[in-house]
């Protein structure tokens, strides 16, 4: 039957051409849908680079991306505004003369850690500055204050045990001592807090708890003079918040509103902010060694607050929050042009 498909002559027969323009046309719809969109994101990369390293700037939740955008203080650059990549936009523009792109993470660790590792692998980026709200461990911290901590952990790693060990040294969380009205045992048993697999350039793995933001940066945002915002639409609070230096944050993936768990972790962490990215961006950053700095604004208590929501405060801890971003972005840009003229004068 394939034979009757040859001419005697050995030329292809009009079966042949038509069978050959067949497969060439199953060939290339076999080729990957999104090839040119992949080439066309590459081309606006690398014309994004061109311009220059940036200062990459994350937060979680779309009232955090909100409050930039209606902030004025973000400047697109009118050559490409923007690019696509994996799902996320990244926005390409300036803030206080310092060229930034900003991008939405989403959720929880895993999202956080992927769109940190994008912007460090695909851009040219100098820096993360990671900013947005969190719910407040430290009962010494109020509603709008911004921490900036030292030390972030991810405190969602847990050894489930039957029991608690009653030599174990490292912090533990025992379901018994809840129990109501006195308490005992518990089937649940306790948790063991876990440390991290930090893996770094030039550095074998080591297991780590705390993870600490850059010192330099962290100097740098000691120096800041911010006046943070008391009101919003709605409602007033009674003082006007404070920047506050140098606190612990935990991150785990879950949303904190328990009053006993939150006065576990400052018992027992000296955690003052608790979130769900944090240390997921300075894990991610301090693999490659790549500087990172959080600026946290208080949205809530972590549980048990009687009155006002977070729902209603979440707008102006994002506020307060991206105000200490932005003035740090801004002195960060002001001391690398006074390094670079010290560096021409030399």
Known sequence: MAMALISASGAATPLQVLLFALLLVASASALPAQ????????????????????????????????????????????????????????????????????????????????????????FSVSGIVHYGTAGSSNDSMSFGDVSVPKLVAYTGAWTWKKFRSPKESSAELSFGEYNIPNGGENLLGSLKFRNEELYSVGKPMEEVFWLPVDSAWFKVAEQLKVKLERCNDTFCLPTTPQVVYGLKGASADMFLDNAEYRKFLFREFGVSTVDEESA???????????????????????????????????????????????????????QKSIESVQRSNN
């Open 280 to 334: 997921a961006v300075v894990m991610t950053t301090t693999s490659p060694g790549v500087p990172v700095i959080v600026f946290r604004g208080v949205s809530d208590l972590a549980g048990g607050e009687p009155t006002w929501s977070s729902t209603s405060l979440m707008n102006l801890a994002s506020i307060n929050a991206l105000k200490v971003a932005v003035e740090f972005i801004g002195m960060v840009g002001k």
């Open 35 to 122: 090839q040119p969109d992949m080439d066309r994101a590459r081309w606006q990369v690398d014309r994004v680079n061109r311009r220059g390293p940036s200062l990459g700037l994350v937060m979680s939740y779309v009232d955090e991306a909100t409050a930039l955008q209606a902030s004025g203080y973000f400047t697109p650059w009118r050559v490409l505004p923007f690019v696509d990549l994996y799902g996320r936009r990244f926005h390409i523009g300036s803030i206080r003369g310092v060229n930034v792109i900003h991008a939405l993470t989403g959720q929880r660790r895993l999202n956080a850690a992927v769109t940190v590792q994008t912007l460090m692998d695909v």
